[in-house]
C-alpha cells in the first residue's frame, strides 16, 4: 500500500475520541429508548464502522438492518441523486427507528432517506451521525444524535472513503487534495 501518511494531512477525530464519544451517545440512547422496540438502521457503507462500535457500545441487545444507498460515486462531491442499492430487509411498521450514519455533508442523502422511511410506518425516526458538517449543509437534517461537528474538509477514514479506499483508516482524517485533484 501506499504510504498513507502523504495522502492526509490532518487527523482530526482519533480512534479514542470516537470510541469515547460512541460511550456517551449509547448511554444516551439506551436511556432514551428504554422499553421501546428499537431498530438499528446502518447506511451502507460509510457506516460499517460507527455501527459495529456504537452497537457494541449499547448495553442491551438491539436488530440491526442495513440500507445501501449512494450518491458520491467516486467524487468528492454529492451527486444530489441518491440511489437504492439494497432495500431494507424490515418491516419498519411500529418500530423506533434509529438511523446510524457516518456523516452528513450536505444533508442530502439523509433527507431523502428521512423522506423514504416517512411511509413505512415506523413508530419513530431518529438520526444519529458520528460527524457533521454544518458549513456543508444544503439541507437541513433533523439529527437527534451527533458525534462531532466538523469543518467543511473532504474527510476519509472509519467507514468514510475517496473511491472506495481509506475507510479502513482507524481515525477520521483530511484527505490531501493533491489525491482527489
Ligand atoms: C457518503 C456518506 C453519507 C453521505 C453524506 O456516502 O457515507 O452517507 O455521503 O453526504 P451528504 O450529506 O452530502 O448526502 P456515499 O454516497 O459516499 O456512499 P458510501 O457510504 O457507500 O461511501
Ligand atoms: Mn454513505
Ligand atoms: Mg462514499
Known amino acids: 500500500a501506499a504510504d498513507v501518511l502523504t495522502e492526509i494531512t490532518q487527523v482530526l477525530v482519533t480512534e479514542e475520541e470516537i470510541r469515547a464519544r460512541l460511550d456517551e451517545i449509547a448511554a444516551q440512547v439506551a436511556a432514551d429508548y428504554e422499553g421501546k422496540d428499537l431498530l438499528l438502521v446502518g447506511v451502507l457503507k460509510g457506516a460499517i464502522m460507527v455501527m459495529a462500535d456504537f452497537s457494541r ?10 440500507m445501501a444507498v449512494s450518491s458520491y460515486g467516486a467524487g468528492t462531491k454529492s451527486s444530489g441523486v441518491v440511489q437504492i442499492r439494497k432495500d ?25 432517506l428521512l ?9 419513530s425516526v431518529e438520526v444519529f451521525a458520528l460527524l457533521r458538517k454544518p458549513d456543508a449543509a444544503k439541507v437541513e437534517v433533523d439529527c437527534r444524535y ?4 466538523i469543518p467543511n474538509e473532504f ?24 489525491v482527489y485533484s
Request: charged share 25%; net charge negative.
Open 57 to 66: 457500545a449499547l448495553p442491551t441487545t438491539a436488530p440491526m438492518d442495513w
Open 88 to 112: 431494507l430487509d424490515t418491516d419498519l411498521h411500529d418500530k423506533h427507528v434509529l438511523i446510524v450514519e457516518d456523516i452528513i455533508d450536505s444533508g442530502l442523502t439523509l433527507s431523502w
Open 115 to 123: 423522506e423514504n422511511f416517512a411511509s413505512r410506518g415506523a413508530a
Open 146 to 149: 451527533v458525534g462531532f461537528d
Open 155 to 178: 474527510v476519509v477514514g472509519y467507514g468514510l472513503d475517496y473511491a472506495e479506499r481509506y475507510r479502513n483508516l482507524r481515525d477520521v482524517a483530511i484527505l490531501a487534495p493533491h
